[in-house]
């Protein structure tokens, strides 16, 4: 959308961020506690279906984070579930995320194959690198000779390989990383599924803009957000290649604003501090700053994602605002509770967004 309009155009997407682990996106004691169930996310997508938002995505992960909440404890796998949730949906993209560490690119190259067929043309792929160790040394899948660098220097030859694999009747190849000889996989999707990541490395940005489709940003101020945007979008254009651009935003509603502030902030009390702490200390952080930035603001901490609160219209008010400072192309969106939340969204905030578009059907 431009930057000068002022209400968000089709072209704005619009989706969701499925709870494939236990808990969702809040990290509460008083939060809802969306389960890591393929039910629980099958109904959240055919809702976000029937109210016309365009794209599920889930992420992939494989240990949780404890604490009183037992946080992500139990989670799902993304490709097999998205690809149930492909056959259960017809018309919004559906977006599966993929470790490349875990993956031969062989392997991933026709899942994602067999999900786009599955999908009819609707299906993603959000490449994520690998940089929680403690997921991976879990299963002896954790390389301890691999910088940062070293992980997307990894994960451009992966990439570079699965596209070849797509299409090529044959691949050979000798590299740093893989070695394929007179690798097939055929059929080849058509067409290719969309590639997405995220990141906000020099390098995470550069591989995006080589390789990908859509880019998931964050950033401390809309400002921040949209200089980043303009950034990958300008390193994409050098390469010859347009990308979209994305940013995730947690929705808590209710009939007025008083209420939904009072609503955040009873979530935000019962913050799972262990759980938090644990969380910072899968990124790296040594116990004293992780506990450091988790007591600072809890009630705030307790959300991964930046959040929108109040009634429908200041809810549209803001996702309009965020988009279109931000120039964004799309939003994806957090609810506390995946059903009803997701259902009065729908009812009432996509309406003001996309006047005249779709409205809810029954999700069951």
Same mark, same amino acid.
């Given at each position: ?114 999900? @786009?067929?599955? =999908?009819?043309?609707?299906?993603? &792929?959000?490449? %994520? !690198?690998?940089?929680?160790? /403690? $997921? ?102 050098? @390469?010859?290649? =347009?990308?979209?651009?994305?940013? &995730?935003?947690? %929705? !808590?509603?209710?009939?007025? /604003? $008083? ?106």
């Amino acid at each position: 959308m431009s930057a000068q309009s002022g209400t968000p155009t089709a072209e704005t997407e619009y989706g969701i961020f499925l709870p494939i682990g236990s808990g969702g996106w809040i990290v509460s004691e008083t939060a809802p506690h969306p389960e890591a169930s393929y039910e629980y996310n099958r109904k959240a997508a055919v809702l976000a279906e029937s109210y016309g938002l365009d794209f599920i995505m889930s992420m992939g992960k494989w240990r949780g984070y404890g604490g009183t909440t037992a946080h992500w404890e139990h989670t799902l796998e993304s490709i097999t579930m998205m690809s149930g949730l492909a056959e259960a949906t017809e018309r919004v993209k559906v977006w599966a995320t993929i470790h490349t560490n875990l993956f031969n690119p062989a392997i991933a190259a026709k899942m994602y194959t067999t999900m @786009q067929e599955i =999908s009819g043309g609707r299906a993603g &792929m959000n490449i %994520v !690198v690998g940089s929680y160790a /403690d $997921e991976f040394r879990q299963m002896g899948m954790w390389r301890e000779d691999l910088a940062h660098a070293d992980r997307y220097r990894y994960t451009e030859e992966w990439t570079s390989l699965l596209k070849r694999l797509w299409t090529e009747p044959s691949v050979t190849h000798d590299g740093e990383y893989f070695q394929l000889d007179d690798c097939r996989s055929l059929p080849h999707p058509s067409p290719m599924p969309t590639l997405i990541s995220a990141g906000r490395s020099d390098t995470g940005l550069n591989f995006q803009a080589r390789h990908c489709d859509g880019s998931f940003l964050t950033a401390e101020t809309l400002t921040g957000l949209r200089d980043a945007s303009r950034d990958v979008k300008k390193r994409a254009e050098k @390469q010859g290649r =347009s990308i979209r651009t994305y940013s &995730m935003l947690t %929705v !808590v509603m209710d009939e007025t /604003d $008083e209420k939904a502030e009072e609503r955040r902030l009873r979530y935000g009390r019962g913050a799972d501090i262990e759980a938090l702490v644990n969380m910072k200390r899968s990124w790296g952080l040594p116990l004293d700053k992780a506990l450091s930035l988790t007591s600072e603001r809890p009630e705030d901490e307790a959300f991964q994602a930046p959040f929108a609160t109040g009634s429908p219209e200041t809810v549209a008010g803001r996702i309009r605002e965020i988009v279109e400072s931000a120039e964004l192309d799309g939003l994806m969106l957090i609810f506390p509770d995946y059903h009803a939340d997701l259902a009065a969204f729908g009812e009432a905030v996509m309406p003001l967004l996309r006047p005249g578009g779709a409205t809810g059907v029954s999700a069951e």
